[in-house]
């Protein structure tokens, strides 16, 4: 007896057990039912609650929570496949998130649903525009064609996808390309606002400052992508490329400054050539190479760096008195005056530019004057004997009783050649002419009656050679000239 009640009792706390078990399921399943409601209903069956979903997804998208306003809408289709709105919406923030391949099923399935809707229908052909000027972009950057590139982004992906990163990034990039770099500072700090571990706008953002030669805060992005990815080969090479150069720099500066001159070409040289790109920070290097080279007396190679200077910078009033210096080295005295003079227009205040163009003044006009040395074919440290060889020389050479077929040129060089020796043959004359005085009227005018060494109006000049000339004289004679 005590058996079957056993059983009994066993065969009803089972039944007990199982009729638990269906309401536990039961209550499970009203739960999931009571919690889904807001997400299945169908705008024909309770608008209400499919306003309020797409109230919610709309705040969502507002403040660029699409991840969440995504699974809304996912969770809702799973519950319901025949909501279309649901599709719509969905298919409009792929869009925006430039995700169009998955953008384009939602519209079609929205589609299927809704046929002949023109809104949607309007917006996948949109889709279709924004996808191909994407791809456009992409490749018209690939070719270098950085302008147009921008265009299709700012005009057309950005319009129809404002959300979308890979856009966003190749913007900044193409803003880096045409070297807008403060755009590209904007434009990749929005995309760090978004997502402060960015690490492709932290290395674009970077590589902005950069080029702005705002070294220390492109090397604290570079930092702080490293920290997050020590592996990341694009931000290692970013870093250390920019340590490098700052270190070449800072050597040629420092042999520059203690004298080691040749040392210092070396180190400017290596430093240029580490990113040839890098203007901002170029223009001070090719300065730094160009006053070495001029105090190196390397005049030549001074002008080239002095002028890539005020390539990048025209308005560098130190590149311009530099290679002014380095023209007067290399006797370029009309360029040298025209930098200086330059330099002293953009600096008016500078006393120091005016004594260089001054000294570029005096050796221009200095570089007009006749060289008497060379016309009569000697040194300058000739001695006078030597001086009066040459002349007795060249004036036999050139008398124009020696020269009646070309008598007008002989008479002319006659004179240059007797003016010549007027002022080299004379010690007082030769001192004041070797010392750069203006003595413009030497050999050119004499004391204002004209030069002439034939004598016959104005002032008789009779010239006397040691010794005479075989044969004594010219046939004919020559106006009150004697040898």
Same mark, same amino acid.
């Given at each position: 007896?005590?058996?079957?009640?056993?059983?009994?009792?066993?065969?009803?706390?089972?039944?007990?057990?199982?009729?638990?078990?269906?309401? !536990?399921? @039961?209550?499970?399943?009203?739960?999931?039912?009571? %919690?889904?409601?807001?997400?299945?209903?169908?705008?024909?069956?309770?608008?209400?609650?499919?306003?309020?979903?797409?109230?919610?997804?709309? /705040?969502?998208?507002?403040?660029?929570?699409?991840?969440?306003?995504?699974?809304?809408?996912?969770?809702?289709?799973?519950?319901?496949?025949?909501?279309?709105?649901?599709?719509?919406?969905?298919?409009?923030?792929?869009?925006?998130?430039?995700?169009?391949?998955?953008?384009?099923?939602?519209?079609?399935? +929205?589609?299927?649903?809704?046929?002949?809707?023109?809104?949607?229908?309007? #917006?996948?052909?949109?889709?279709?525009?924004?996808?191909?000027?994407? *791809?456009?972009?992409? *490749?018209? +950057?690939?070719?270098?064609? +950085?302008?147009?590139?921008?265009?299709?982004?700012?005009?057309?992906? !950005?319009?129809?996808?404002?959300?979308?990163?890979?856009?966003?990034? !190749?913007?900044?990039?193409?803003?880096?390309?045409?070297?807008?770099?403060?755009?590209?500072?904007?434009?990749?700090?929005?995309?760090?606002?978004?997502?402060?571990?960015? $690490?492709?706008?932290? $290395?674009?953002?970077?590589?902005?400052?950069?080029?702005?030669?705002?070294?220390?805060?492109?090397?604290?992005?570079y930092q702080k992508g490293l920290r997050l990815d020590p592996e990341h080969g694009e931000l290692k090479k970013a870093y250390?490329?920019?340590? @490098?150069? %700052?270190?070449?720099?800072?050597?040629?500066?420092?042999?520059?400054?203690?004298?080691?001159?040749?040392?210092?070409?070396? /180190?400017?040289?290596?430093?240029?050539?580490?990113?040839?790109?890098?203007?901002?920070? @170029?223009?001070?290097?090719?300065?730094? %190479?160009?006053?070495?080279?001029?105090? $190196?007396?390397?005049?030549?190679?001074?002008?080239?760096?002095?002028?890539?200077?005020?390539?990048?910078?025209g308005e560098l009033v130190e590149a311009l008195v530099q290679r002014g210096e380095a023209k007067l080295l290399t006797e370029?005295?009309?360029?040298?005056?025209?930098?200086?003079?330059?330099?002293?227009?953009?600096?008016?205040?500078?006393?120091?530019?005016?004594?260089?163009?001054?000294?570029?003044?005096?050796?221009?006009?200095?570089?007009?004057?006749?060289?008497?040395?060379?016309?009569?074919?000697?040194?300058?440290?000739?001695?006078?004997?030597?001086?009066?060889?040459?002349?007795?020389?060249?004036?036999?050479?050139?008398?124009?009783?020696?020269?009646?077929? @070309?008598? #007008?040129?002989?008479?002319?060089?006659?004179?240059?050649?007797?003016?010549?020796?007027?002022?080299?043959?004379?010690?007082?004359?030769?001192?004041?002419?070797?010392?750069?005085?203006?003595?413009?009227?030497?050999?050119?005018?004499?004391?204002?009656?004209?030069?002439?060494?034939?004598?016959?109006?104005?002032?008789?000049?009779?010239?006397? +050679?040691?010794g005479g000339f075989p044969g004594g004289g010219f046939p004919g004679g020559f106006g009150g000239f004697h040898f």
């Amino acid at each position: 007896m005590r058996r079957q009640w056993s059983a009994a009792a066993v065969d009803l706390i089972a039944c007990g057990g199982f009729a638990f078990t269906i309401f !536990l399921l @039961n209550f499970v399943l009203v739960c999931q039912l009571l %919690l889904l409601h807001p997400l299945v209903s169908a705008l024909d069956g309770k608008p209400g609650d499919a306003a309020a979903l797409f109230q919610r997804v709309s /705040e969502s998208v507002k403040v660029k929570k699409y991840t969440e306003a995504l699974d809304d809408l996912k969770a809702a289709i799973d519950a319901d496949p025949a909501l279309s709105e649901a599709y719509w919406h969905q298919a409009s923030i792929l869009r925006q998130l430039c995700r169009y391949e998955e953008s384009e099923k939602s519209y079609n399935k +929205f589609l299927e649903l809704k046929p002949g809707n023109s809104a949607a229908e309007k #917006e996948l052909s949109q889709l279709s525009q924004a996808q191909s000027a994407l *791809n456009s972009a992409s *490749n018209l +950057f690939d070719s270098g064609d +950085f302008t147009k590139a921008l265009e299709y982004i700012d005009k057309v992906v !950005l319009v129809f996808s404002p959300a979308c990163s890979k856009a966003k990034m !190749l913007k900044v990039r193409l803003l880096i390309a045409t070297k807008d770099y403060s755009g590209a500072i904007s434009e990749a700090g929005y995309l760090l606002k978004e997502d402060e571990d960015n $690490l492709d706008a932290l $290395l674009l953002r970077g590589r902005a400052y950069y080029y702005l030669a705002d070294h220390d805060v492109a090397t604290r992005h570079y930092q702080k992508g490293l920290r997050l990815d020590p592996e990341h080969g694009e931000l290692k090479k970013a870093y250390f490329g920019l340590k @490098n150069l %700052l270190k070449k720099t800072k050597s040629a500066e420092d042999n520059a400054s203690k004298g080691k001159l040749r040392l210092a070409v070396e /180190e400017y040289r290596a430093a240029l050539a580490l990113d040839p790109n890098h203007s901002a920070h @170029n223009v001070n290097l090719h300065l730094g %190479l160009c006053k070495v080279l001029v105090k $190196l007396g390397r005049g030549s190679d001074a002008v080239s760096s002095c002028s890539e200077a005020l390539e990048i910078d025209g308005e560098l009033v130190e590149a311009l008195v530099q290679r002014g210096e380095a023209k007067l080295l290399t006797e370029e005295w009309e360029g040298a005056v025209a930098d200086l003079k330059l330099a002293a227009e953009k600096s008016p205040q500078d006393m120091s530019i005016r004594e260089v163009l001054m000294k570029a003044e005096r050796s221009l006009k200095l570089s007009q004057r006749k060289d008497w040395y060379k016309i009569l074919g000697v040194s300058k440290t000739a001695p006078v004997s030597e001086i009066k060889k040459a002349y007795k020389k060249l004036a036999l050479q050139w008398h124009p009783d020696k020269n009646v077929d @070309n008598r #007008e040129e002989a008479e002319a060089k006659f004179r240059e050649i007797a003016a010549a020796y007027e002022v080299l043959g004379d010690e007082e004359k030769r001192t004041r002419y070797d010392s750069g005085e203006d003595i413009d009227d030497m050999g050119s005018g004499m004391g204002g009656g004209g030069f002439n060494p034939y004598g016959g109006g104005g002032q008789q000049f009779t010239f006397h +050679f040691e010794g005479g000339f075989p044969g004594g004289g010219f046939p004919g004679g020559f106006g009150g000239f004697h040898f």
